[in-house]
Every structure is written in structure tokens, then in C-alpha cells.
């Protein structure tokens, strides 16, 4: 078992930065891939960014290209998602979750993640 905890989530203004943080515990996770979702109220889980188990290859959703960074530690087993340039449209609650899948092409898709964390809330203001 995986358990995922996130923190960094809070109030920030637009054009702000935050940096969330997943630690993972219970497994090593060096062997998944990770992936950040979030969820808006009313809306559906989206994806947001996801990374491979080495790190070598990232991939976001259009919206936040060249304002969010996903990375790993995987000695400490720990994930980020460094955003920049906050918009009031990426206030959700933000998860983190692990997945085996071997297909690259599949980590925006919530299906494919095995592990999830409880959140933790971003609100950017106008």
C-alpha cells in the first residue's frame, strides 16, 4: 500500500507562485509514475500534470504549460508541482496519485492511478 499526502495548498492571489508537495509513504514510489488531478467545484477531476518514474519525461494539460513544473525526489519520495502565474481558474482541490501503468500515454486519464492523496486546496483570487 501507498499512502499520498499533500500539502502546499492555500490563498494566494493571481499571478502568485505555490509549490505543492506529495510525500508518499508505506512503498517506495521510484518505480510509478505520478500525476497532480484537480477538481473545481461542480466540475469533474482534471487532469493537470504527471511525471515518469525516472523523471525524464513530464506532460501537462494546455492550460498550464509554461506556468506549472512537475518534478520528483525519489529519494525522498516525495513529488512537486511548482505553478506559477496562479489564475483564478486553477482554484480546486489538488491530488496527487501513483500509478504502475507501463503506457506513458494513458497518465492523464484518472482510471490508470492505483494511489490517490486526500488533497489540498488552492484558491487563487482575482
Known amino acids: 500500500q501507498v499512502q499520498l499526502v499533500e500539502s502546499g495548498g492555500g490563498l494566494v492571489q493571481a499571478g502568485d507562485s505555490l509549490s505543492l508537495s506529495c510525500a508518499a509513504s508505506?512503498?517506495?514510489?521510484?518505480?510509478?509514475?505520478m500525476g497532480w488531478f484537480r477538481q473545481a467545484p461542480g466540475k469533474e477531476r482534471e487532469f493537470v500534470a504527471a511525471?515518469?518514474?525516472?523523471?525524464?519525461?513530464?506532460y501537462y494539460t494546455d492550460s498550464v504549460k509554461g506556468r506549472f513544473t512537475m518534478s520528483r525526489d525519489n529519494a525522498k519520495n516525495t513529488v512537486y508541482l511548482q505553478m506559477n502565474g496562479l489564475l483564478p481558474e486553477d482554484t480546486a482541490v489538488y491530488y496527487c496519485?501513483?500509478?504502475?501503468?507501463?503506457?506513458?500515454?494513458?497518465?492523464?486519464?484518472?482510471?490508470?492511478?492505483?494511489?490517490w492523496g486526500q488533497g489540498t486546496q488552492v484558491t487563487v483570487s482575482s
Open positions: 496519485a501513483a500509478s504502475t501503468t507501463p503506457y506513458y500515454s494513458a497518465l492523464a486519464r484518472a482510471s490508470v492511478y492505483d494511489y
Open positions: 508505506g512503498r517506495t514510489v521510484s518505480r510509478y509514475s
Open positions: 511525471i515518469n518514474w525516472s523523471g525524464g519525461a513530464t
